[in-house]
């Protein structure tokens, strides 16, 4: 099966505009071309573009991935960083919802900081 940028950016989700991004960035090779000139994606073109989405929606950067090669393999490393912001996100998220809470039960109205 081969699809155009368009089809391919609509099958993954994404935008036309994504896809030249990856491609600018190395993230995504250029594909084989039709005999007009358009652009004609294959399933290793899909895979691809799957998998980076993938990695960007669990907070992978993209330079990040860039490292991780055509193979689409990221470094233990790197998802551990990611594990770890996450990690403190959520530390952070889950102390402003205790704040609110207070602030709910107690009806006052947080002091502003400067």
Wanted: charged share 30%; proline share 4%.
């Amino acid at each position: 099966m081969a699809w155009s940028t368009r089809e391919l950016a609509e099958l993954t989700g994404t935008t036309v505009n994504t896809i030249r991004h990856y491609h600018r960035l190395g993230l995504l090779e250029e594909p084989e071309r039709r005999h007009n000139g358009y652009k004609q994606y294959g399933n290793r073109e899909l895979e691809r573009l799957l998998s980076i989405r993938r990695l960007v929606e669990l907070g992978v950067p993209l330079a990040r991935i860039g490292e991780a090669g055509t193979d689409g393999t990221v470094a233990p490393e790197t998802l551990r960083q990611v594990d770890a912001g996450l990690a403190a996100d959520i530390e952070r998220l889950a102390r402003a919802r205790s704040d609110i809470a207070a602030l709910l039960h107690d009806g006052a109205v947080a002091p502003r900081q400067m």
